[in-house]
């Protein structure tokens, strides 16, 4: 059981960090951010574009998101409701990536093989928070 709680709470830990890096980047350096995404998920649009507007609050969600999710790590039943949060954002995700998956692919140039990875490590991601809510 051990393990479990090991892996369960490195899965947060991961998706913190995911969340912190690519919210603080958006935050602090939003144009730069902008290759540092296209690098991480393949999304490209340039630098000077009027998108880069959005990632200073996006960016903040993201840095929100990670801060918070790293609460279960400490106490997984006082922080339960943490978990349902984080659930409901990843659902959310799956539900973005599979029903807009047409036009984000051809809105942010990424190719349907990348989209698909990431949507399995994001449902990964979910099935293991899924776990947790399950069995603590």
């Known amino acids: ?64 998101a990670g801060l918070t999710g790293l609460l279960p790590v400490y106490d997984p039943v006082r922080y339960r409701a943490v978990l349902f949060a984080l659930l409901s954002l990843v659902v959310v995700r799956i539900f973005i990536r599979l029903r807009y998956d047409s036009a984000t692919l051809q809105f942010f140039g990424l190719s349907r093989a990348r989209n698909y990875f990431h949507l399995y490590l994001v449902t990964q991601c979910g099935a293991i928070i899924a776990l947790q809510l399950r069995w603590w």
Do not use: E
């Open 1 to 64: 059981m051990k393990l479990w709680h090991a892996l369960a709470n490195l899965n947060l830990v991961v998706l913190a960090a995911d969340h912190l890096t690519t919210g603080l980047a958006g935050v602090l350096f939003p144009k730069r951010a902008a290759g540092l995404y296209q690098r991480l998920f393949g999304a490209r649009f340039p630098a000077d574009s009027p998108l880069t507007a959005i990632l200073r609050p996006w960016g903040a969600l993201g840095v929100f």
